[in-house]
């Protein structure tokens, strides 16, 4: 699990500057980011300029910034979810990845067959005796 406080603490850089570290390096908005443009690359360049505007004036990409950096600032945050685990779909998996992509069938059922063992009941502290 990754921790966006510890990361940003670690990395000695705040959200804004992670958004367009992501921008650099690409996201779905912008596919591969800044030409030549690499996570260490990337990393020190948003450690070092302030202003994003003088960033990209100075790497003149092919893309909007702006636009993508807008969009990552006003996405929805959902604070009230749940998580749930459900049963493995073994036969949509196999669909997927046996049919669409070409896996080995025979692979790809003995991965799925280890989700089919039912997991060992934990012992009680009786049980230690």
Do not use: C
């Not at 996570?39 to 505007?53: E, R």
């Not at 196999?94 to 896996?103: A, G, N, R, S, W």
């Not at 991965?111 to 009941?121: A, I, V, Y």
């Amino acid at each position: 699990m990754m921790e966006l406080k510890e990361i940003l603490k670690e990395l000695k850089i705040n959200q804004d500057q992670l958004i367009i570290l992501a921008i650099l390096t690409g996201t779905d908005y912008n596919n591969g980011g800044v030409k030549g443009i690499g996570p260490k690359t990337a990393l020190k360049l948003v450690q070092k300029h302030k202003s994003f505007d003088n960033l990209f004036k100075e790497l003149k990409p092919d893309f909007n910034w702006k636009q993508i950096y807008a969009v990552f600032k006003s996405m929805p945050i959902m604070k009230n979810y749940q998580i749930k685990f459900k049963d493995v779909n073994e036969e949509k998996i196999i669909k997927i990845l046996v049919d669409k992509h070409d896996f080995n069938q025979e692979r790809v059922e003995k991965m799925l067959s280890r989700f089919r063992k039912k997991p060992k009941e934990q012992k009680g502290l009786g049980d230690f005796s």
